[in-house]
T-cell receptor
């Protein structure tokens, strides 16, 4: 079992650009959640996808959007990037209670 | 709004000590609570999951307790080792869908 995988590992963008991050859940998991972790902070919940629908959303602007595919993999899209969007973006998958996290994508916005 | 506090923020101890990491949360209406470990620049590794109806969970040298009514959880690490050095995060599950994280306890175990 490969666990939760994320791509790319690192990404550098400039302000105003758009970015897409990808996540493949742990085998058998049908729920994917996305988190943003700024340096020195705990992860902050962005949103969760289940059955290809956004099930719940945290306090993030509409510039952050996502998608879940029939195979349960997911994408996080961020439009009109700001310097403050620089962070580690974590994907977590779950089937019932326990969440399993991927290694994250480090996004740097210049 | 759920707020999670972890004390201490940082801890440096010699190898072999038994450790206590504290987590408090303001809203006791949680579904469960999960403890994670995070190495620098890496993702989170799940350590223990305690359901809201449970009082504690154990895995090897780790033991986590939960007192939901008082909004507290404690992670005990027995006989600490240098390999335990990492940031430890607690996360109560709010409602059925999202986890709220504290800022973590940065642990350094000296050989």
């Amino acid at each position: 079992d490969a666990g939760v995988t994320q791509s790319p590992t690192h990404l550098i963008k400039t302000r105003g650009q758009q970015v897409t991050l990808r996540c493949s859940p742990k085998s058998g998991h049908d729920t994917v959640s996305w988190y943003q972790q700024a340096l020195g902070q705990g992860p902050q919940f962005i949103f969760q996808y289940y059955e290809e629908e956004e099930r719940q959303r945290g306090n993030f602007p509409d510039r952050f959007s996502g998608h879940q595919f029939p195979n349960y993999s997911s994408e996080l899209n961020v439009n009109a990037l700001l310097l403050g969007d620089s962070a580690l973006y974590l994907c977590a998958s779950s089937l019932a209670s326990e969440q399993f996290f991927g290694p994250g994508t480090r996004l740097t916005v210049l | 709004k759920q707020e999670v506090t972890q004390i201490p923020a940082a801890l440096s101890v010699p190898e072999g000590e038994n450790l206590v990491l504290n987590c408090s949360f303001t809203d006791s209406a949680i579904y469960n609570l999960q403890w994670f470990r995070q190495d620098p620049g890496k993702g989170l590794t799940s350590l223990l999951l305690i359901q809201s109806s449970q009082r504690e969970q154990t895995s090897g040298r780790l033991n986590a307790s939960l007192d939901k009514s008082s909004g507290r959880s404690t992670l005990y690490i027995a006989a600490s080792q240098p390999g335990d050095s990492a940031t430890y995060l607690c996360a109560p599950r709010q409602g059925t869908y999202k986890y709220i994280f504290g800022t973590g306890t940065r642990l350094k175990v000296l050989a």
